[in-house]
């Protein structure tokens, strides 16, 4: 009742797919296979397999910084396609996507003129176009374009635009504060850019009573610029500071 096996029929034969050695008798080789790494019952200790690629992760290639002159053809067509949006609906309702559309212009293409400018529409578009204002936002830009430009060619379109704002809301103590430089500037050199910083200070102290501050500059006012439309009203505030007294 036993099966006699020959010493030929043992003699060890080649497995092609996996390298290894087996015995005639033993499972066909496709029911041996190895398992892969990702079927179930793999135990990789005990049971290597086929080995098992692991694949590196990618590191992304840094971008070389783009030229100026690609920034600046860039920046143009997107300033020209925010245009083309603001005539499609009304501004009102479009307010959202244009502070987006210019925070892209400054994050992309920041050595650009376009990208100060978009500054200053910033700080227009807070201060004049929504309603409520939001002035807290508008001072968040000013503040990130001064220190963000070394040279900021829009400052003084900037500063005019938020001292007009401060002197329309009668926010009298930060209309001083963004005065205050070109006052000391004038005292310091004797240089003077516009009146207009002269007569907002000037407007400023004498709206929160400080009449002596007001006087001078209203009298320099006049003295520096005497047929500006600045110097006429101020005539009309010596008149009333000296109805004080």
Same mark, same amino acid.
Request: net charge neutral; with cysteine.
């Given at each position: 009742?036993?099966t006699?096996?020959?010493?030929?029929?043992?003699?060890p034969i080649?497995?092609?797919?996996?390298?290894?050695?087996?015995?005639v008798?033993?499972?066909p080789?496709?029911?041996?296979? *190895?398992?892969?790494?990702?079927?179930?019952?793999?135990d990789?200790?005990?049971?290597?397999?086929?080995?098992?690629?692991?694949?590196?992760?990618? &590191?992304?290639?840094p971008? *070389?910084?783009?030229?100026?002159?690609?920034? +600046?053809?860039?920046?143009?067509?997107?300033?020209?396609?925010?245009?083309?949006?603001?005539?499609?609906?009304?501004? $009102? +309702?479009?307010?959202?996507?244009?502070?987006?559309?210019y925070?892209?212009?400054?994050?992309? @293409?920041?050595?650009t $003129?376009i990208?100060?400018?978009?500054?200053?529409?910033l700080?227009i578009?807070?201060?004049?176009?929504?309603?409520?204002?939001k002035?807290?936002?508008?001072e =968040?830009?000013?503040? +990130?374009?001064?220190?963000?430009?070394k $040279?900021?060619?829009? =400052?003084y379109?900037?500063?005019? &635009?938020?001292?007009?704002f @401060?002197?329309?809301?009668?926010d009298?103590q930060?209309l001083i504060?963004?005065?205050?430089?070109?006052? =000391?500037e @004038?005292? =310091?050199?004797?240089?003077?850019?516009t009146?207009?910083?002269?007569f907002? @200070?000037?407007e400023?102290?004498?709206?929160?009573?400080?009449?002596?501050?007001?006087?001078?500059?209203?009298?320099?006012?006049?003295r520096?610029?005497?047929?500006? $439309?600045?110097?006429?009203?101020?005539?009309?505030?010596? +008149?009333?500071?000296?109805?004080h007294?």
């Amino acid at each position: 009742g036993r099966t006699i096996v020959s010493k030929a029929q043992l003699a060890p034969i080649n497995d092609a797919d996996s390298g290894a050695r087996t015995m005639v008798g033993a499972a066909p080789l496709a029911d041996r296979r *190895p398992l892969l790494a990702t079927e179930p019952g793999r135990d990789v200790a005990t049971d290597p397999g086929r080995p098992i690629m692991q694949s590196r992760p990618v &590191t992304p290639q840094p971008q *070389p910084p783009m030229s100026l002159e690609e920034q +600046e053809t860039k920046s143009q067509k997107a300033f020209e396609s925010l245009l083309e949006m603001t005539t499609v609906a009304s501004r $009102h +309702e479009m307010l959202p996507d244009v502070e987006k559309a210019y925070l892209d212009i400054v994050a992309k @293409y920041p050595d650009t $003129h376009i990208a100060q400018e978009s500054y200053w529409r910033l700080i227009i578009l807070n201060l004049d176009d929504y309603y409520p204002p939001k002035p807290d936002v508008a001072e =968040k830009y000013y503040k +990130e374009y001064l220190q963000k430009y070394k $040279h900021p060619t829009f =400052k003084y379109a900037v500063e005019d &635009t938020i001292a007009r704002f @401060y002197y329309k809301n009668k926010d009298w103590q930060k209309l001083i504060d963004l005065c205050s430089p070109y006052i =000391k500037e @004038y005292i =310091k050199t004797g240089r003077v850019i516009t009146p207009l910083y002269i007569f907002f @200070y000037s407007e400023a102290k004498f709206f929160l009573g400080d009449f002596v501050e007001a006087n001078k500059g209203y009298r320099t006012l006049m003295r520096l610029f005497p047929s500006s $439309h600045e110097a006429k009203i101020s005539e009309k505030r010596l +008149e009333e500071i000296l109805s004080h007294f």
